[in-house]
């Protein structure tokens, strides 16, 4: 299994609360994802980075934002959570890109309320 | 973008059987791969196949890029195969999934 974390793996928050999921790795994996599942609209691409201090956004990145400060660790921070941001989110790694394979972590389940 | 369709969208199995689940591409096949997303919500990545075919176990994938499909074969279905199969392409740095096929397998 691919060495990858992610904490906290349940939250419970409030509409308009700040809040941060992080994603550990320790396969010094230069490329990290932010993922999230809903249902309807299977995964979809937050963020990505493909390097240190180096982010893009995906196709749903209203509402979040991004920090990679070291190789294994990669942050995803609601700055003001909704109730439409209620998800499962995925962090996954991957060597060299889209063009190898890409490893899921375990998911993080986010209720806001 | 990219559309990315699997088919069946859902299928009973009783266990031993065999089964085909398929993934069609609207645009170029680009190092796709297959994942299941088990019970628990835990995804797994079965193959990276841009192209050929590739065999782990019972499980199996062809992906014929030509013509913009993607085969996964399960032999000898287990209880423990039960879950959502997805296919996934890139384009650029974009991963897009289709919508995945729900398996059941009935002991």
């Known amino acids: 299994d691919a060495g990858i974390t992610q904490s906290p793996r349940h939250k419970v928050t409030e509409t308009g609360t700040p809040v941060t999921l992080r994603c550990h790795q320790t396969?010094?994996?230069?490329?990290m994802y932010w993922y999230r599942q809903d249902p309807g609209h299977g995964l979809r691409l937050i963020h990505y980075?493909?390097?240190?201090?180096?982010?893009d956004k995906g196709e749903v990145s209203d509402g979040y934002s991004v920090s990679r400060s070291k190789t294994e660790d990669f942050l995803l921070t609601l700055e003001s959570a909704t109730s439409s941001q209620t998800s499962v989110y995925f962090c996954?790694?991957?060597?060299?890109?889209?063009?190898?394979?890409?490893?899921f972590g375990e998911g993080s389940w986010l209720t806001v309320v | 973008g990219i559309q990315v369709e699997q088919s069946p969208p859902d299928l009973i199995l009783q266990e031993g059987a065999n089964s085909t689940l398929r993934c069609n591409f609207s645009?170029?096949?680009?190092?796709l791969q297959w994942f299941h997303q088990n019970p628990w919500g835990q995804l797994i990545n079965l193959f990276y196949?841009?192209?050929g075919t590739k065999q782990n176990g019972r499980l199996s994938a062809t992906t014929v890029a030509t013509e913009r499909y993607s085969l996964l074969y399960i032999s000898s279905s287990q209880t423990t195969d039960s879950g959502v199969y997805f296919c996934?392409?890139?384009?650029?740095?974009?991963?897009?999934f289709g919508g995945g096929t729900r398996v059941l397998v009935k002991p």
């Open positions: 996954a790694i991957s060597g060299t890109g889209l063009g190898n394979t890409i490893y």
């Open positions: 396969e010094n994996h230069r490329y």
């Open positions: 980075s493909y390097g240190v201090k180096d982010t």
């Open positions: 645009d170029s096949v680009n190092n």
């Open positions: 196949i841009p192209s």
């Open positions: 996934a392409n890139a384009a650029g740095n974009k991963l897009t």
